[in-house]
């Protein structure tokens, strides 16, 4: 049984056993897993030494799946059943995925049906992929990548993984972040926080350096681009404005080079194995123009005509260049957001692996006027980061302990008269937060109403982007006007969107149904989770209780340490009392086997025990003002 | 179970251990919030239980919203002068002195101007004005609320603030459709 360490922040903790967390780093092209050692993050390699994992998922006619270097070997051979740069698709629609004749996988529209106030409906949905063991969401191929760090982490580690960091690009939108998280539930990972890409790279970065003052961190990946901007100063990372392309990255320069490769050998609508053989050269011939002023690119073709051109770096750039600016907009916005010019900017740091070319380099140089920091791995910076955060989300607190404020890339609203999105909570707003809104009937009797969630900053829904429909139901009916129904929008600290709804009058809750509009709901991860473990029920019921019973065992040891510090000071008799009942009642289900029971058992402790969390939190806050009172005082 | 729930009825203020006035130090305030934050935030209650974890989140949130509150002069004026039981009538009173709204004709034409003629310099130069003429009706809140205690004015002021705080975002919208 693992000991917890003692709950109260900033004390000093007594020793305890090291729980076993990792970060993962799921990117376009290449996944890594990182833990920290002795106290020093470091990358978890597979058994032939090699840390980056590529991001390709191969599936098989029997259901069988294979990920990574064997399935990138093959994604020529057999390109429509082999998954590449899955990412992109991640909480996106067919009509978001956008051109996909350079791409070989059969698209399956997935719309969704829903029910409006204007009757039913259909959702975009998110895009599926049909292969060889059938119609894939991009959130199970996903999944299967996930799997294979999680099984690296439990070899390197030899134990039971506590939970994982799970880095996501800063703009990803609600349905990315979700459907990344539905990844992990579905690869059997316990999120412990999805953290933003350009964060994570200035934790590994800032720890490592002991820098303060204003940085901007500037991360080309394979498919997303994000420019956040942060400031650090005493053990605290905040981060003051981030912004982005979430359909902008290193694919997209393999891209130009594969237009150039058919303009200049007269090709055209070449078939999925050619497209694929030919990307690849692409992006070979682009990481060849980063040491290199020319590439030859060959490739013999399906048809058995052989190609090949010279492609030198000037003509590279040239076709890349207005790639480039692209990423300087969002650098403009961001620090227009925050603020701040770029004479404030003490240091760039680049991140990810498309900001070695170059160009890149130069025109972020030209930029900032400053050169950029490249000294750690551009790679690995983002796992690392993840690792170190997740170390200490695991409660493996270190005494030189930091806070991280991160914030919300794009502005939630809700629909309103004529189609106009209303900001709720505007972008750049550090999470967690929340906003009440308050919504009223308009016609008598009426018992239901639907709102409609969205992000993005235009003004028009239409070009925001759907997050989902929320259905009221049980509305006691009055007239008109009469019904005062608040609706709550708390964005938690993975940045995802959470709605409850009360009347405010009658006070009861309102019923909502969520209808994610990209994202999958509980009953499809479910079918998903059944699905994947058909060959294996037992397996996964012995698991399924063994995590609850370790949640059980790490709930006891929380409970239990907070009595022992604050239960004689902030709880009377009878409150100790009815929580030792609940500590009981968890301990006699415990071995039982019955996971029902066991579950239920937790929920009940867990409800037991909130008004003494409050109660401890509250004394917590009193008495972190309260000790700087005397040297701090206001003049 | 003792009442020891009297943090979350605190307001803003208090909660950051601050007297309640306009004028106040942005530097204590920082650090104030990165101190409560530090108590409270998530990341501090991950491996927790669940009841913890979302004590955590909603005490999270509110430090959140009072920094921000307080953070943003705006919203601190408004916030303040409802402590006070002043209402700034932001919505039902939308009556401003016609010079002031002739002013704000203006500043959407010089803006509009500057988009038609893709001039960032011109827009730069308009926000730059902006930043001064916010500071200055800044310098009026903070004589009219904490030193002639005259919220009837500071309403009307805060009101013109609004007006400006939407000239600004119309501003960084403006270079926005500049920059494609």
């Known amino acids: ?635 | 179970m003792r009442a020891a729930a009297n943090d979350f009825q605190q307001d803003f203020y208090q909660l950051f251990g601050l007297s309640a006035q306009y004028r106040l130090d942005n530097e204590l305030l920082d650090r104030r919030y990165h101190t409560l934050q530090a108590q409270v935030h998530p990341d501090k209650f991950a491996h927790l239980s669940e009841a913890e974890r979302r004590v955590s989140m909603q005490w999270a949130t509110r430090i959140n919203e009072a920094y921000q509150t307080l953070n943003n002069p705006a919203k601190r004026a408004r916030y303040l002068l409802s402590l006070r039981g002043a209402d700034t009538r932001q919505e039902s009173n939308t009556s401003m002195p016609a010079e002031f709204l002739v002013a704000q004709m203006e500043w959407r034409e010089a803006i509009q101007e500057a988009v038609e003629a893709r001039n960032s310099g011109e827009l730069d130069k308009l926000e730059s004005r902006l930043q001064h003429e916010t500071g200055a009706l800044q310098e009026q809140l903070a004589a009219k609320i904490d030193a002639e205690h005259d919220y009837e004015t500071a309403a009307e002021i805060v009101r013109k603030l609004k007006f400006f705080e939407r000239l600004a975002e119309e501003i960084g919208s403006a270079f926005d459709a500049i920059d494609i």
Not at chain 1, 146 to 165: P, T
Not at chain 1, 502 to 512: K, P, V
């Open chain 1, 1 to 635: 049984m693992a000991l917890l360490q003692i709950s109260e922040p900033g004390l000093s903790t007594a020793p305890h056993e090291h729980r076993l967390a990792v970060g993962i780093d799921l990117g376009t092209t290449n996944s890594l897993v990182a833990t920290v050692r002795n106290g020093i993050g470091v990358v978890l390699n597979d058994s032939n030494g090699r840390a980056l994992l590529p991001s390709v998922v191969r599936y098989f006619a029997d259901g069988g799946v294979q990920v990574g270097e064997t399935a990138q070997a093959m994604q020529s051979e057999d390109p429509s059943n082999t998954i590449v740069s899955v990412k992109r698709f991640m909480g996106r629609g067919l009509n978001d995925v956008g051109d996909i004749s350079g791409t070989p996988y059969r698209f399956v529209d997935a719309p969704s049906p829903i029910a409006t106030s204007r009757g039913s409906g259909q959702a975009p949905g998110m895009v599926q992929l049909r292969t060889a063991a059938g119609v894939k969401s991009p959130v199970e191929v996903s999944s299967e990548i996930l799997k294979v760090l999680r099984a690296r982490a439990g070899e390197a580690l030899g134990g039971e993984l506590v939970g994982a960091v799970i880095t996501v690009p800063a703009y990803f939108d609600d349905a990315q972040r979700q459907a990344t998280k539905d990844a992990a539930r579905l690869a059997g990972i316990n999120v412990l926080r999805l953290l933003n890409e350009p964060t994570a790279a200035a934790i590994a970065y800032g720890l490592d350096n002991a820098v303060e003052g204003v940085y901007a961190v500037y991360d080309l990946g394979g498919g997303t681009f994000d420019i956040s901007i942060l400031k650090l100063s005493k053990g605290v990372f905040e981060v003051l404005a981030t912004n982005g392309n979430s359909a902008l990255g290193g694919d997209d320069f393999d891209h130009r080079i594969y237009c150039w490769l058919l303009e200049k050998n007269g090709l055209s609508a070449l078939g999925a194995s050619d497209t694929r053989r030919l990307l690849t050269r692409a992006r070979a011939a682009k990481e060849e123009l980063t040491e290199h002023d020319e590439t030859r690119v060959t490739a013999i073709l399906q048809s058995g005509e052989a190609i090949e051109s010279v492609l030198s770096q000037q003509d590279f750039h040239a076709m890349s260049q207005n790639l480039v600016e692209r990423t300087l907009q969002p650098v403009r916005r961001a620090l227009r957001d925050a603020g701040l010019s770029v004479a404030d900017i003490k240091g760039v740091v680049m991140v990810g692996g498309a900001t070695r070319m170059p160009q890149v380099q130069r025109a972020v140089a030209e930029f900032f006027h400053q050169t950029p920091l490249t000294n750690l791995d551009p790679d690995k910076v983002v796992a690392l980061g993840a690792a170190i955060q997740a170390n200490v989300l695991a409660g493996n607190r270190s005494s030189d302990d930091w806070l991280l404020l991160d914030v919300i890339p794009l502005s939630l609203g809700i629909e309103t008269m004529g189609g106009l999105a209303e900001k709720i909570i505007p972008r750049n707003s550090t999470i967690p937060t929340a906003r009440a809104q308050d919504f009223t009937t308009f016609k008598d009797g009426q018992t239901a109403m639907s709102v409609h969630v969205v992000q993005g900053e235009r003004e028009m829904v239409s070009d925001c982007r759907s997050l989902a429909r929320f259905e009221l139901r049980g509305i006691p009916p009055m007239v008109a006007g009469a019904a005062r129904i608040r609706i709550t929008f708390q964005v938690d600290a993975d940045g995802l969107l959470n709605v409850s709804a009360r009347e405010q009058g009658s006070g009861t809750e309102a019923h909502i149904t969520v209808k994610p509009s990209y994202g999958l709901s509980d009953d499809e991860i479910a079918r998903m989770l059944q699905e994947s473990s058909r060959h294996a029920q037992g397996d996964m019921q012995a698991r399924a209780l063994r995590e609850q019973q370790v949640e059980a065992n790490q709930l006891l040891d929380a409970v239990q340490n907070a009595l022992d510090l604050d239960g004689a000071a902030l709880l009377d008799e009878a409150g100790q009392a009815r929580i030792r009942a609940g500590m009981d009642g968890l301990r006699a289900v415990l071995q039982t086997g019955d996971i029902h029971a066991v579950k239920r058992a937790i929920t009940q402790l867990n409800d037991a025990t909130v008004a003494f969390a409050q109660a401890r939190m509250d004394k917590s806050v009193s008495r972190a003002l309260g000790g700087r009172k005397l040297t701090d005082l206001e003049v």
